[in-house]
């Protein structure tokens, strides 16, 4: 069997990619991946129980400096920003240079940049009278939101919807491509390069 690529996965909230990661970990279906470390933005994120949970070594890490010695102490070779809610340092992103991805929840480049985060994205969304919107799985640069994109689906907006009733159908979009762009990100990091 050839040798599982180590992940750490970052997180600031509720931390359901997270959970969808470790599943599909458990399950097979990321069969060459291994979570060994869940970094969190704040200490009340439910996303750390989940990682304790499933026996992954956890760390609150609210400093970049901080983020940076959990990162390589932990080994990781990709970093999956899973719901994580704070900007990386210039540092970070050249230490894991193509290395780091992120999912976002709409069709970059629409609602994504400083300020389109989480439940706005929805909101702003909704507001503009859009018909579809989606998740998107990127390469981290050192822009917002602006890095490589790996895979994009589409989701539908429907009459009625609010921003939450849009959110969790995106979030379940979000819970499959992001499993689907991290092994991309292996796939890549295995033959050297983007
Ligand atoms: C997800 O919708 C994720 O795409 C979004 O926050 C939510 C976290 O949910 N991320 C961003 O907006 C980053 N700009 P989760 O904690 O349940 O995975």
Known sequence: MSEKTKVAVLVSGGGTNLQALID???DGQLDDVEIVRVISSREDAFALTRAEKAGITTAVAREQQEVLKELKASGAEIV???GYMRVLSPEIIAEYRDRIINIHPSLIPKYCG???YG?????AVIEAGEKESG???HYVDEGVDTGAIILQEKVPVLDGDTPETLAARVLETEHEILARGLERAVDNLKKGGK
């Not at 439940?119 to 909101?123: S, Y």
Request: aromatic share 6%.
């Open 119 to 123: 439940m706005r994205v929805h909101k």
């Open 24 to 26: 599909k970990v458990a």
């Open 135 to 137: 998740a998107t799985v």
């Open 114 to 116: 400083k300020g389109f």
């Open 80 to 82: 999956v920003l899973a």
